[in-house]
């Protein structure tokens, strides 16, 4: 089952989605949603992009499951859309560990209200705080009798983890990511982000081993990153495309560029074990690259934007639609690969 993020992104009225549902429809891929409430649910269903391909809802950031608000909430959007989308998604909380028995009790409290709806989506739970990732594996262990909780492994935000972790035992403590804004330094700790960047991987592979242990379904937002990425207009320094490289102001090895944590190897290897510890059936995988500058003439979609005087935003979401779209062709033929 593959997914990608279907949103705006960037200013404009819902002709921006209306290219979305067609973009998407064209390459067949299914639509991860952000909504907060059963109103803005519905109102991205209508513009889905099929009825046949499968819908993720992610729902919204600040949602605990240790808060009684949040679980009805959560209750009440699997209500809303049951039979109609595959699953939901939640972040996790640095107190999953630290309270750990807290969230085991909430996540069974959950999963019995979840039971008692038809069809019900599934609940995936998103490495998305910087947990220790055996920890993180450990808690779904502990829930591994649930049937519709689960988890969702953020590959990029278990990479740059690593990768910090990693940099960090190098070098004192210091914090990779940091590096960006003292750029002069760069080229003297250019090796050891190297070192750094290249454990991101095998931790992602890891994990993925520990989670297919547990016999459940396990959702996976798929994008790469650099501890050194400042493309990112929200301040992150993943969810970039596999396709790129990091671009550098100096030679390294006789370039001017080195490769991001994946790659698209990388996604290849990743989307490997994830159907031969997960299953096929049971392993799910959204594509969550972000929006970066460019712009793409917009074609067969020119007429949903007759409205419009200056194109350019248009033309930028169909840059971004096409990025989405290249990585979506290296994801089937990851899948394929594994066939």
Known sequence: MTLGLFEKRIEGDDALLELARLRFKQARMGAEMHAATPQQLEHLMRIRPAA????????????NLLNDDHRKQIADMASVSAGRIYGMVIHDHQDLI?????????????????AQIRACPLLFVEYASGLEPRMFARFFEAIRDLAYVSAC??????????????????????????LKGEPSRIPDMIVSVETAVGSALPTVLDLTDALGKIEKPVHFHLHDGHPLSNFSPYGVSDHLSFLMEMPLNFDYRGRRSVPLMFGRAGLHQ????????IGRERVSFTLEIHPLPGHLSLGDAAPLFKHWVDKTNAEWMNHWLAVLRENHVALLEALILKA
């Open 98 to 114: 630290s309270r750990s028995d807290e969230f085991v009790q909430a996540a069974g409290a959950i999963d019995r209200e979840l």
């Open 52 to 63: 046949d391909l499968p819908v993720v809802v992610h729902l919204p950031r600040h949602f």
């Open 270 to 277: 990743i989307v490997k074990k994830g159907v031969q510890t």
């Open 153 to 178: 492994v953020d590959v990029g935000h278990v990479g740059i983890k690593q990768a910090r972790n990693t940099f960090a035992n190098m070098h004192r403590g210091e914090d990779i990511c940091a």
